[in-house]
């Protein structure tokens, strides 16, 4: 468990210090809501009670991260007993940016929700905000623009709230860097990483928390009220280590990185000018692209057609395992196609996926017409 607290805390960003490995991303986030609370208690703080999170988000579907997500289809059958969050717009440049606004006064206009938010809740209340970095199957891999989390960062720090990103799906190096915010240069105060950390060989997840927060708890009452049987399981990060020896071993963020520009390139290539598709996003080998019936006027297909389910069967027929979703406008309208090929592949590899999902997709659209 030590050895691999030390090789995940290997150039973590700001104060990040401790590591609570717990079995997946959901006990993650779980984890980082009650530390940012008994935090609060520990420095007096106790009137400390709301979250704030975004829209079109996911942070697990245990109650406490479907209660801050913000995907409306995972959250409305639960929706009468989730935990009372609060949520701001995503960070959506393709569809929200004004025309006559730049990307950096867009980044400021929706990051300064979050001080609206806390001061409507009462600039004393707020815990913490919870965003993903890289937004995953919610909005089919959307990055925040330049200078957005910048400013996130700037309110939190104003009023005293702890920033916590969700790098459950995109973080340990699916964007190119091993977290996912050193792209966006700041640091949270608590990190969330879960799939990556493990390869998918071991469930597996982690919270790694900024030193001020441990150090309040450790001089506070001495620990944290929390656990489960299997926190630190000796297997689990017995695989997360073989998993990240590898990944360092073999330069594999690198590849990430390289083959995340390929990959771009080819989709860009191949459906930069599609009439069905309206954005191509991401970064490293974390790619989305927005389908729309109409490019021009970014008109979503009708959700009645479910294209996004066509297009994961049609892939699935091509091979290609890929990660459609619906509902990436407002829960219901608008589909996606996401990309997170294995951070080993190669050039072929790249040719291969574009070439079989322009195949699924051709078939998926005319499945629609016929
Ligand atoms: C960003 C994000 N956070 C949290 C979770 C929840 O992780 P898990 O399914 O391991 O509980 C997921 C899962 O997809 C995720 O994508």
Redesign the pocket.
């Known amino acids: 468990m030590e050895a691999l607290a030390d090789k995940l805390m290997e150039n973590a960003p700001g104060d990040l210090d401790r590591v609570y490995f717990v079995s997946?991303?959901?006990?993650?986030?779980e984890a980082s809501m009650k530390l940012a609370r008994q935090y609060f208690i520990e420095i007096g703080q106790p009137q400390r009670r709301h979250f704030i999170a975004r829209r079109q988000?996911?942070?697990?579907?245990?109650l406490g991260?479907l209660s801050v997500?913000g995907n409306m289809a995972r959250r409305e059958p639960f929706q009468p007993i989730l935990l009372d969050a609060h949520h701001i717009a995503p960070c959506y440049a393709y569809r929200d940016r004004w025309d006559d606004e730049s990307e950096a006064e867009y980044g400021l206009r929706v990051a300064n929700e979050l001080e609206t938010k806390i001061l409507e809740l009462g600039e004393d209340s707020v815990m913490a905000f919870l965003a993903?970095p890289v937004?995953?199957?919610t909005l089919g891999a959307a990055p925040s623009v330049p200078g957005y989390f910048k400013r996130i960062r700037e309110i939190c720090d104003k009023y005293g709230v702890l920033l916590i990103l969700?790098?459950?799906?995109?973080g340990m190096g699916r964007t190119g860097t091993k977290f996912a915010c050193e792209q966006d240069g700041i640091a949270p105060d608590i990190l969330?990483c879960?799939?990556g950390l493990g390869g998918g060989y071991q469930?597996i997840?982690a919270m790694v928390s900024s030193k001020h927060i441990y150090d309040a708890i450790s001089n506070g009452s001495g620990s944290f009220q929390h656990g489960h049987t299997y926190l630190g399981h000796p297997v689990a990060c017995a695989a997360a280590l073989a998993v990240q020896t590898v990944i360092e071993e073999e330069g594999l963020i690198a590849n990430v990185r390289d083959m995340g520009v390929k990959l771009d390139d080819a989709l860009q290539d191949r459906f930069g000018n599609h009439p069905h598709i309206g954005d191509i996003r991401g970064r490293g080998l974390f790619r989305g692209m927005e389908l729309v019936a109409d490019r021009t006027t970014k008109a979503p297909f009708s959700p009645d057609v479910q294209l996004h389910a066509r297009v994961k069967r049609e892939a699935m027929a091509q091979g290609l395992i890929c990660y459609p979703s619906g509902g990436v406008i407002d829960g219901k309208q608008g589909d996606q196609v996401l990309l997170a090929p294995p951070f080993i592949v190669n050039e072929s590899h790249i040719e291969e996926i574009v070439d079989k999902l322009g195949v699924a997709l051709d078939a998926a659209l005319a499945s629609i017409d016929s």
């Open positions: 997946g991303g959901s006990e993650a986030i988000s996911y942070h697990g579907n245990t991260a997500g993903e937004v995953g199957a969700d790098e459950v799906m995109c969330t879960a799939k469930p997840g």
